[in-house]
């Protein structure tokens, strides 16, 4: 289980397990792009009560540090108590169709530490993948995010246009829905 | 969400911070009790899913150490029939998850939403089991496409759960931290933890076997036996009274 101070002192604790190797990454800067509770948490959008127990890795770059980086996170597990799992690319892989063309330019650094910077994706990146969860627990997320017209237009406006079939038809009309409803509640 | 219920929800949300519970708050100072927060959990669930997939993911890791006996009781004597379909939800999702029998009891004595019986062939009637979906008919529509079989038997229309196991706090944390569950584990949630808690909760239940027996919801015969173990492990004290027999802890801080 984490919340922001403890993912802030896993993290940390990564990059100094990191930086104390002779290894490909301690000589390079490492960006990983944190979604999901944990990246939501670190930018301050989701309410304390959110409960998240790891940190979703959507984008690893370079790609090639991604094994010494699990291998470095499963000693962190162990020295702080973490579940041995708590930096993973689980549930977030699938999910990166889901951000919206040029996210790399609106994503904010919450994190630099050693060899370690940490971005989470704008608000509408945000949103989108919510929107494309939509289980009940994103819809309320959905809801305490406020989101403005211009945001959910920008949304509806990339899943309108999506470019990746191997997405459900059924997914997108869905997450589309969603959206017409905090249109309604506003 | 009024400020009211969010209030009460973030003061819910401390009490399984305290059990371990991955919410990002403050832990309450005390551990809590139990049967009396799964029966508050039950009355807020519909504002916060959260809080329905931790408190059910709880059990699924730690529900022996629930005092069946009591939460049937608090069930019966306490709990709205509004909320007895999101209680019976929830232990009926966690007994299909892992099979265990220790809630049957409980699950027997809450009554499906009314709304089950009037349906007839389609589930139009049946309202959701979280508020996000009430006055969305969008989203109830696609949810009523994807609710569960179990959550239609008990009224309220849900998705099927994903539990989150790894969002708990490890066995050693939760019984270092909350040393009284000791007890609850040691005598696995039956009757005899049922009877301790009672007592220690409303000492006044004590006052004879028939009074006990009816506050834990079991025979006069079940709590006689199991008040004779109780006492010969030196838990409980028997005295003779006017009428009866009265009881009471024999140390009242075991089963704080």
Known sequence: ?186 | MTRQIETRLRALTRRWARLGAAFAVSPAPQTPDIERLLIDTARLAAHESRLFIMAATWLLEFGSLVAKHRLRALARAELEPDYHPVLGLMLDLVRQENGTRHFNEVIEVCRPADAVADASDDDEEIPPLFDVYRDRPRLLRRLRRAASPVSRQWGRLAEPMEFKPDALRSRPWLIARNPSLRLRADLGGDLRCSILLTLADRPEAGASEMVLARACGVTRRAVRLALDQLELAGRVLRQPARRGTTISLADTRAAA
């Open chain 1, 1 to 186: 289980m984490l919340d922001s101070g403890l993912i802030r002192a896993a993290l940390e604790a990564l990059a100094r397990e990191l930086g104390a190797g002779d290894s490909v990454v301690s000589a390079a800067t490492v960006e990983l792009l944190l979604v999901g509770g944990a990246g939501g948490l670190l930018a301050g959008r989701l309410a304390p009560h959110r409960v998240t127990s790891d940190c979703d890795v959507m984008v690893c770059v370079p790609e090639e540090a991604w094994p010494e980086l699990e291998r470095a996170a499963g000693r962190v597990a162990h020295r702080l108590g973490l579940s041995r799992r708590w930096l993973n690319r689980g549930p977030a892989g699938p999910y990166r169709d889901a951000l919206p063309r040029g996210w790399e330019q609106r994503r904010s650094e919450v994190l630099r530490t050693g060899p370690l910077v940490i971005f989470v994706p704008g608000r509408v990146d945000f949103i989108a993948m919510k929107a494309l969860a939509n289980r009940a627990q994103d819809i309320e997320d959905l809801i305490a995010l406020n989101t403005t017209a211009d945001e959910r237009a920008f949304v509806r406006h990339h899943l309108l246009h999506w470019p990746h079939d191997h997405w459900l038809n059924s997914q997108l009309r869905e997450a589309l829905a969603t959206l017409d409803e905090l249109e309604d509640d506003t």
